[in-house]
């Protein structure tokens, strides 16, 4: 029996193959090209002397040592710098009554977490410059480091950076109304305290930069490890006074990101400055030790909620208190009240409750400044939700699957709005539980469960729900004043040989960026994927826009290629019919060929097209259009946001002896739309869950009362090994969203939005017959132990 034809049937069908990214042999072979490999003629290396207190005033500053050390070219303190650079606030419009204080490269007056930054050495080896930095003497005056978050709020607290009128950066309250009567009626009620630890990206490659200011031009060269070359570029052109067009920003090959690289750092910000007054290229590199106490840290966050029941399990309200600790100011340009804003919009998202009041504290502290990081607000939203979800079941008497299936949001029920005002356009929750189920073998894990549980082996089945945002449209930062773009451009070209390039606005970090923007743009002209050439990355050669966050590379920058490709091989097939006195639509392309539609025979290459357009137009008609570059700008329209969904299930098991879990093996069904590419999404699923179950049982930035990171170095700081991580199996749903041709789109954060959530209700599971529970993530053997009342 013949099976029908599929659209991969096709020639030159690539969106929804399975294709190997064209860069992976390189970077295997050790041929990648990173900013920290980059030495350019007559570089100077920086290096900082960095705060020892995590709050305090600078009352002098002695660098003539220093200066006369070997090698020595510069040494800068925060006022030399200030002449050149203009100050930066973190804070967005359209959050109503956000502070936060101004910012320079280097302070001036104040300290304001331990590891900051205070003065910068620039010498001819990173060596001479670190040297130099020992013999720099400041006297400090010590302050008190706000470090408690209620402390923080309390009247007449200490201030966590001078010029503040108190430690509250943003607060925000969500309210549909009614919500204490209705808690009061119903006839079951949960609740909990939750506690999520900071922890940070611990990426590959550090942060890097090479900043090269060409002063007989005034332009300015920024070679930076960064997601968002175009951000940055308007950033070091508005706060250095130079002009856009002469400032190019290069982000090369990215050890990746997570969101961590999206930030202003104030390093990144001297080292342009310290290029100005050197008049040569300097580079920065953040050693590991540095980064732990200068990188963004994420998830800082205690949550006090409450869910409202009735007597069959349907969810009638939830009450969320969200507190979260930011450092000492809000980061720029993005700001770091978007996490915790997130954070109370996400929760209770993939159920059909109406009623909802949320409050919102973002506060200030003496630690390092935390801001967006990989499925931003996600993991707390999710954990939160499904965490009481899992409480409201026991207490009801029913099955976790089946308390889901009871609140989920029928997949028939779209469009429709949450009670936080997302506005949904397509979602199938319910399709993603029966898959996970059918995939997890659900009833008999639970039959294993109690035969095992008898034999005194306690394993634990958790199961959480997620809505993941992607493809933000321009009102998502546009609306604050951010000059940090929704749009993404390409221009798509023939060349003379008749291969194509595409030069993109969405940045490649290891994900897959390059790989499907070339299948995409194959599929769409039929030639041959190899024969398609994708640059990005570069402020001078690619169109300005977004770039890559929020899962938004395959959704816009996808559509945008899509929507380029089209118009190039309208204009082929023009060109073409021209040539061959035909009709363009009795034409098509085929294998980098144009045949006739209907009998498919090839009637001129690709190539012989280019060499003519190029070469001989002479021979073409005087009205004839030899256009084969196209430059094409798209930007979200429709919904706000295209929602990704799904559904992860855990299994673990818990050595009540040792507090150690072993995680036995984790599930995912996911609906990103659209699949372009099944290996690459697949691949983004399983990074995404080994980093939601980092933080889960490993990743955690811990402090001492004084503002103190005690645990700054890989030999304290844990990370997934691949020894711990289990065997993650994926599945998924297609729902394509309507608002693009493409239908795509994201999966970069759905791996990490849920999957300490289904880790945690996993090893609630397996505590159950203790008659114990724990709510706070990472759930460490200490923890646990106490949890069970051994320790």
């Given at each position: 029996?013949?099976?029908?034809?599929?659209?991969?049937?096709?020639?030159?069908?690539?969106?929804?193959?399975?294709?190997?990214?064209?860069?992976?042999?390189?970077?295997?072979?050790?041929?990648?090209?990173?900013?920290?490999?980059?030495?350019?003629?007559?570089?100077?290396?920086?290096?900082?002397?960095?705060?020892?207190?995590?709050?305090?005033?600078?009352?002098?500053?002695?660098?003539?040592?220093?200066?006369?050390?070997?090698?020595?070219?510069?040494?800068?303190?925060?006022?030399?710098?200030?002449?050149?650079?203009?100050?930066?606030?973190?804070?967005?419009?359209?959050?109503?009554?956000?502070?936060?204080?101004?910012?320079?490269?280097?302070?001036?007056?104040?300290?304001?977490?331990?590891?900051?930054?205070?003065?910068?050495?620039?010498?001819?080896?990173?060596?001479?410059?670190?040297?130099?930095?020992?013999?720099?003497?400041?006297?400090?005056?010590?302050?008190?480091?706000?470090?408690?978050?209620?402390?923080?709020?309390?009247?007449?607290?200490?201030?966590?950076?001078?010029?503040?009128?108190?430690?509250?950066?943003?607060?925000?309250?969500?309210?549909?109304?009614?919500?204490?009567?209705?808690?009061?009626?119903?006839?079951?009620?949960?609740?909990?305290?939750?506690?999520?630890?900071?922890?940070?990206?611990?990426?590959?490659?550090?942060?890097?930069?090479?900043?090269?200011?060409?002063?007989?031009?005034?332009?300015?060269?920024?070679?930076?490890?960064?997601?968002?070359?175009?951000?940055?570029?308007?950033?070091?052109?508005?706060?250095?006074?130079?002009?856009?067009?002469?400032?190019?920003?290069?982000?090369?090959?990215?050890?990746?990101?997570?969101?961590?690289?999206?930030?202003?750092?104030?390093?990144?910000?001297?080292?342009?400055?310290?290029?100005?007054?050197?008049?040569?290229?300097?580079?920065?590199?953040?050693?590991?030790?540095?980064?732990?106490?200068?990188?963004?840290?994420?998830?800082?966050?205690?949550?006090?909620?409450?869910?409202?029941?009735?007597?069959?399990?349907?969810?009638?309200?939830?009450?969320?208190?969200?507190?979260?600790?930011?450092?000492?100011?809000?980061?720029?340009?993005?700001?770091?009240?978007?996490?915790?804003?997130?954070?109370?919009?996400?929760?209770?998202?993939?159920?059909?409750?109406?009623?909802?009041?949320?409050?919102?504290?973002?506060?200030?502290?003496?630690?390092?400044?935390?801001?967006?990081?990989?499925?931003?607000?996600?993991?707390?939203?999710?954990?939160?939700?499904?965490?009481?979800?899992?409480?409201?079941?026991?207490?009801?008497?029913?099955?976790?699957?089946?308390?889901?299936?009871?609140?989920?949001?029928?997949?028939?029920?779209?469009?429709?709005?949450?009670?936080?005002?997302?506005?949904?356009?397509?979602?199938?929750?319910?399709?993603?539980?029966?898959?996970?189920?059918?995939?997890?073998?659900?009833?008999?894990?639970?039959?294993?469960?109690?035969?095992?549980?008898?034999?005194?082996?306690?394993?634990?089945?958790?199961?959480?729900?997620?809505?993941?945002?992607?493809?933000?449209?321009?009102?998502?930062?546009?609306?604050?004043?951010?000059?940090?773009?929704?749009?993404?451009?390409?221009?798509?070209?023939?060349?003379?040989?008749?291969?194509?390039?595409?030069?993109?606005?969405?940045?490649?970090?290891?994900?897959?960026?390059?790989?499907?923007?070339?299948?995409?743009?194959?599929?769409?002209?039929?030639?041959?994927?190899?024969?398609?050439?994708?640059?990005?990355?570069?402020?001078?050669?690619?169109?300005?826009?977004?770039?890559?966050?929020?899962?938004?590379?395959?959704?816009?920058?996808?559509?945008?290629?899509?929507?380029?490709?089209?118009?190039?091989?309208?204009?082929?097939?023009?060109?073409?019919?021209?040539?061959?006195q035909a009709k363009p639509e009795a034409l098509t392309l085929q294998d980098g060929i144009v045949v006739d539609a209907v009998t498919g025979a090839e009637r001129i290459s690709l190539a012989e097209i280019a060499r003519i357009a190029y070469f001989r137009s002479d021979t073409l008609p005087p009205d004839a259009s030899a256009q084969l570059s196209v430059a094409h700008h798209y930007a979200p329209q429709g919904y706000p946001f295209a929602f990704t969904n799904g559904i992860q299930g855990c299994h673990v098991e818990l050595d009540v002896e040792t507090g150690f879990v072993k995680i036995l093996k984790h599930w995912v069904v996911e609906d990103c739309g659209r699949i372009i590419n099944p290996l690459l999404v697949d691949e983004q699923m399983r990074g995404g869950v080994v980093q939601g179950l980092g933080a889960a049982f490993f990743e955690e930035c811990l402090y001492n009362d004084g503002g103190q990171l005690t645990n700054g170095s890989l030999a304290?700081?844990?990370?997934?090994?691949?020894?711990?991580?289990?065997?993650?199996?994926?599945?998924?749903?297609?729902?394509?969203?309507?608002?693009?041709?493409?239908?795509?789109?994201?999966?970069?954060?759905?791996?990490?939005?849920?999957?300490?959530?289904?880790?945690?209700?996993?090893?609630?599971?397996?505590?159950?017959?203790?008659?114990?529970?724990?709510?706070?993530?990472?759930?460490?053997?200490?923890?646990?132990?106490?949890?069970?009342?051994?320790?």
């Amino acid at each position: 029996m013949n099976r029908p034809l599929s659209a991969l049937d096709r020639p030159n069908s690539y969106i929804g193959r399975s294709v190997s990214r064209p860069n992976a042999k390189r970077l295997l072979a050790g041929r990648g090209r990173y900013v920290t490999d980059l030495v350019l003629p007559r570089m100077l290396h920086a290096a900082f002397l960095r705060s020892p207190y995590a709050h305090a005033r600078i009352v002098a500053i002695d660098v003539d040592a220093a200066r006369a050390m070997p090698g020595v070219r510069l040494v800068a303190t925060g006022a030399d710098l200030a002449k050149l650079c203009k100050p930066w606030t973190g804070t967005l419009d359209h959050f109503k009554g956000m502070t936060s204080v101004p910012q320079l490269p280097l302070p001036l007056e104040e300290v304001l977490w331990a590891g900051q930054a205070v003065v910068a050495v620039v010498a001819d080896s990173r060596a001479e410059a670190e040297d130099a930095v020992e013999a720099i003497v400041i006297e400090f005056e010590e302050l008190p480091a706000v470090v408690d978050i209620d402390l923080a709020r309390a009247p007449g607290a200490d201030r966590a950076a001078a010029g503040l009128e108190n430690n509250l950066c943003f607060h925000s309250r969500l309210d549909t109304g009614g919500i204490d009567t209705i808690f009061a009626d119903a006839a079951h009620v949960v609740e909990e305290e939750f506690h999520f630890g900071r922890h940070t990206a611990v990426t590959l490659e550090p942060r890097a930069i090479v900043a090269d200011y060409d002063c007989s031009e005034g332009r300015l060269t920024v070679h930076h490890a960064t997601q968002t070359p175009y951000q940055f570029q308007d950033l070091y052109s508005r706060h250095y006074g130079i002009p856009e067009a002469r400032v190019r920003v290069i982000a090369p090959d990215i050890g990746g990101s997570f969101g961590m690289k999206l930030h202003v750092y104030h390093e990144d910000m001297a080292v342009v400055g310290l290029s100005m007054l050197t008049g040569r290229p300097v580079k920065f590199v953040a050693d590991r030790v540095e980064s732990f106490v200068s990188d963004i840290h994420a998830r800082d966050h205690r949550v006090r909620a409450r869910m409202a029941l009735d007597d069959a399990g349907t969810i009638l309200a939830m009450d969320v208190e969200d507190v979260t600790a930011i450092g000492p100011f809000s980061t720029y340009p993005r700001t770091s009240a978007v996490e915790g804003n997130q954070v109370i919009r996400l929760i209770g998202a993939p159920y059909r409750m109406r009623n909802y009041r949320a409050e919102l504290s973002v506060v200030f502290q003496n630690k390092v400044q935390t801001s967006q990081y990989r499925a931003v607000g996600h993991p707390i939203a999710c954990a939160v939700t499904e965490r009481l979800l899992d409480m409201a079941a026991a207490k009801v008497g029913l099955d976790p699957a089946a308390i889901r299936e009871r609140n989920l949001i029928p997949d028939d029920a779209y469009p429709c709005e949450s009670p936080t005002g997302f506005r949904f356009e397509a979602l199938s929750h319910q399709q993603c539980l029966a898959r996970l189920k059918t995939m997890m073998g659900y009833e008999r894990l639970r039959d294993e469960q109690a035969t095992l549980r008898a034999r005194g082996i306690h394993r634990g089945i958790g199961i959480a729900t997620f809505v993941e945002i992607s493809n933000p449209s321009p009102a998502f930062y546009g609306i604050g004043g951010a000059r940090i773009s929704a749009q993404d451009g390409a221009i798509v070209k023939v060349t003379p040989s008749g291969e194509v390039r595409c030069l993109i606005s969405v940045t490649e970090q290891g994900q897959g960026t390059e790989t499907i923007i070339g299948q995409i743009v194959a599929d769409q002209l039929g030639i041959p994927c190899e024969r398609v050439q994708v640059v990005t990355g570069d402020t001078e050669v690619t169109p300005h826009g977004g770039a890559t966050w929020a899962c938004r590379g395959a959704g816009i920058g996808g559509e945008t290629a899509l929507q380029a490709a089209r118009r190039l091989r309208a204009n082929i097939l023009a060109l073409a019919a021209t040539i061959l006195q035909a009709k363009p639509e009795a034409l098509t392309l085929q294998d980098g060929i144009v045949v006739d539609a209907v009998t498919g025979a090839e009637r001129i290459s690709l190539a012989e097209i280019a060499r003519i357009a190029y070469f001989r137009s002479d021979t073409l008609p005087p009205d004839a259009s030899a256009q084969l570059s196209v430059a094409h700008h798209y930007a979200p329209q429709g919904y706000p946001f295209a929602f990704t969904n799904g559904i992860q299930g855990c299994h673990v098991e818990l050595d009540v002896e040792t507090g150690f879990v072993k995680i036995l093996k984790h599930w995912v069904v996911e609906d990103c739309g659209r699949i372009i590419n099944p290996l690459l999404v697949d691949e983004q699923m399983r990074g995404g869950v080994v980093q939601g179950l980092g933080a889960a049982f490993f990743e955690e930035c811990l402090y001492n009362d004084g503002g103190q990171l005690t645990n700054g170095s890989l030999a304290d700081y844990l990370v997934p090994m691949a020894c711990e991580m289990p065997d993650i199996e994926i599945g998924h749903v297609e729902t394509p969203t309507a608002d693009t041709v493409l239908g795509a789109k994201g999966c970069g954060e759905a791996g990490t939005a849920a999957a300490s959530a289904a880790a945690l209700n996993a090893v609630n599971d397996a505590l159950a017959p203790f008659g114990t529970s724990i709510a706070q993530i990472p759930m460490t053997p200490a923890r646990l132990l106490k949890a069970l009342g051994r320790i």
